[in-house]
């Protein structure tokens, strides 16, 4: 009786050795799957909130680019203008200056 009474503790320590590898080999296993998990599944930032639309805000920027674009506009004019007269300058000058090398 002794003989099977030390078999049967020496099955319980071994199935308790057991049982202790075979939850710490588990709980290996779920670390891995939630490690992989994480790499796979990178987190998605929060979509901003979506702003309402600004009527205000729209009508200024409609405001400044109309602004701009008569500036512009009155610039080229303003360059046309004084190429115009660059060019007339020079004529009459080389208009006089022909004539005063004829008198000569």
């Known amino acids: 009786m002794s003989d099977s009474l ?3 503790e020496a099955a319980a320590a ?6 202790a590898a075979v939850q710490v080999a588990l709980a290996a296993v779920e670390v891995a799957k ?3 998990a994480q790499q796979q ?4 930032p ?3 909130a979506r702003q309402e639309f600004d009527v ?3 009508l200024t920027i409609g405001a400044i680019g109309c602004g701009l674009g008569l500036v512009g506009a009155l ?3 303003a360059v046309a203008i004084g190429a115009v007269s660059v060019a007339i300058l020079a004529l009459v000058l080389r208009s006089i200056w022909s004539d ?3 008198r000569r």
């Open 100 to 102: 005063i090398q004829k």
């Open 46 to 48: 929060p979509a901003p």
């Open 75 to 77: 610039f080229a004019v």
């Open 6 to 8: 030390a078999k049967a």
């Open 14 to 19: 071994e199935a308790a050795v057991n049982t």
């Open 34 to 36: 939630l490690a992989n």
């Open 41 to 44: 599944a990178p987190a998605q």
């Open 56 to 58: 205000r805000k729209w």
